[in-house]
């Protein structure tokens, strides 16, 4: 008798198992046999490849102007806004948050709120939202890091799980960057825009956070802006550099 083995090679995504199967030959010498073929199926199960999160700090006195264009950047290249500010503020806010009252009295004294926090609701965000679409990985964290405290605890945290390209800064007079705040106060409802929390504020800028922009700049990762002039003139630049930047 004449026996036959074929070897069929199948690439499904899926599974891995052999799966013997009967088939009538269709020629066969002597009496009608069928043959067990013996297909061997060899499955590639691809994983999608998880990209790390894209970060550009944004950074600026209080008033510069940050939130605004951070709002037309995510419209125009599809960036995610992560304003540490904002995440601080609603985390306050919940009537459940272990941190609120922390928070309340950091804001309220011009101080900068521990960095675990900050960072926990930071990556807490980013994950998030690579979890709702891995390709969404492009965020602009406004208003971080805003001392060294806050580079060191990065740096410990995220590194090799992010990849910071660029610190976006907008530069602005401090008189300017207060009547803004101030006219923003009229009906924004938050307790740091008011004059006495504004001159902490920015005395905590100058002290705390320019001395970061300064080390970046060292590295040549400073990209900056006048934010003194109109929204429009200082879009018009930011797109400059992230058209450059890709």
Known sequence: ????????????P???????????????????????????????????????????????????G???????????????????????????NKPDSQYGELIEKYIREGEIVPVEITISLLKREMDKTMEAN????????????RNQDNLQGWNKTMDGKADVSFILFFDCDNEICIERCLERGKSSGRSDDNRESLGKRIQTYLQCTKPII??????????KVDASKSVEEVFGDVLKIFDKEG
């Open 134 to 145: 891995a390709q969404k990985n492009k965020f602009l964290i406004d208003g971080f890091p």
């Open 214 to 223: 300064d080390l970046y700049e060292e590295m040549g990762k400073v990209r």
């Open 66 to 92: 940050k939130g605004t264009q951070c709002t037309r950047i995510v419209q125009k290249y599809g960036y995610t806004h992560l304003s540490a500010g904002d995440l601080l503020r609603n985390e306050r």
């Open 14 to 64: 899926g599974l891995a198992l052999p799966l013997p199967f009967l088939l009538p030959p269709s020629r066969a010498p002597g009496p009608r046999v069928r043959r067990l073929l013996l297909p061997t199926f060899d499955f590639s199960f691809r994983q999608p490849l998880l990209m790390k999160p894209v970060v550009v700090f944004v950074l600026g006195g209080p008033g510069a």
């Open 1 to 12: 008798m004449l026996s036959c083995c074929l070897r069929l090679r199948v690439s499904v």
